[in-house]
């Protein structure tokens, strides 16, 4: 089937530290591969994407690159901010299932000056 | 970009009383929507899928008959949840997509408090 497993968190970071959040997959077609963000009180948000294997999606300073070898998707920033906290899911969508989502459990992240 | 509101923002009511909740595409059109359901620090749990015109599919264990949901539009779907009761409180949040794109966009979400 299909499913997202995502880093669990909380997870807490200095400002400008480096950031890298986990996520793996498992597909049973051929999966787009998302990233999308909450902030506290509102509605997810794109935050970045990828449709095949290699490709790269950026946004913001963070990016994720589509490991079909690994099946992951992990998320990184350079320097994150305080801005950036927040909760982030990663995702899955496969054009066979209807293009029903598929998220993983969220991670926290908090950011502190 | 693609813009999909929600509304109300919050609401509060009174249990066994019926509240509607709506999702709107601005400035495209939504041949499907998505209805999920939100709890404190937890991911999203796909409630039902709806197409424009037709009955929504829900998902196992979601009772159609207190979750109704409408697509009667193109730009427009409605989740009414029938005798609210505290335990239904929660985040739902819509979300919606244009045939032919792969890309579901989410509205704000509606926070649901059930007294």
């Known amino acids: 089937g299909n499913s997202v497993t995502q880093m669990e968190g909380p997870v807490t970071l200095s400002e400008e530290a480096f950031l890298t959040i986990n996520c793996t997959y498992t597909?049973?077609?051929?999966?787009?591969l998302f990233w999308y963000v909450q902030y506290p009180g509102e509605g997810l948000q794109l935050l970045l994407k990828?449709?095949?294997?290699?490709d790269k999606g950026s946004n913001k300073g963070f990016e994720a690159t589509y490991r079909k070898e690994t099946t992951s998707f992990h998320l990184e920033k350079g320097s994150v901010q305080v801005s950036d906290s927040a909760v982030y899911f990663c995702?899955?969508?496969?054009?066979?299932?209807?293009?029903?989502?598929?998220f993983g459990t969220g991670t926290s992240l908090t950011v502190i000056p | 970009g693609a813009v999909v509101s929600q509304h109300p923002s919050w609401v509060i009511c009174k249990s066994g009383t019926s509240v509607k909740i709506e999702c709107r595409s601005l400035?495209?059109?939504?041949?499907?929507m998505f209805w999920y359901r939100q709890f404190p620090k937890q991911s999203l749990m796909l409630m039902a899928t709806?197409?424009?015109?037709?009955?929504?599919?829900?998902e196992q264990g979601v009772e159609k008959d207190k979750f109704l949901i409408n697509h009667a539009s193109l730009t427009l779907s409605t989740l009414t949840v029938t005798s609210a009761h505290p335990e239904d409180s929660s985040f739902y949040i819509c979300?919606?997509?244009?045939?032919?794109?792969?890309?579901?966009?989410f509205g704000p979400g509606t926070r649901l408090t059930v007294t």
């Open positions: 979300s919606a997509q244009s045939s032919g794109f792969h890309e579901q966009y």
């Open positions: 597909a049973t077609g051929y999966p787009s």
């Open positions: 990828a449709t095949k294997a290699d």
């Open positions: 995702a899955l969508s496969v054009i066979n299932t209807g293009n029903q989502f598929y």
């Open positions: 400035d495209f059109q939504a041949t499907t």
């Open positions: 709806s197409n424009e015109g037709s009955k929504a599919t829900y």
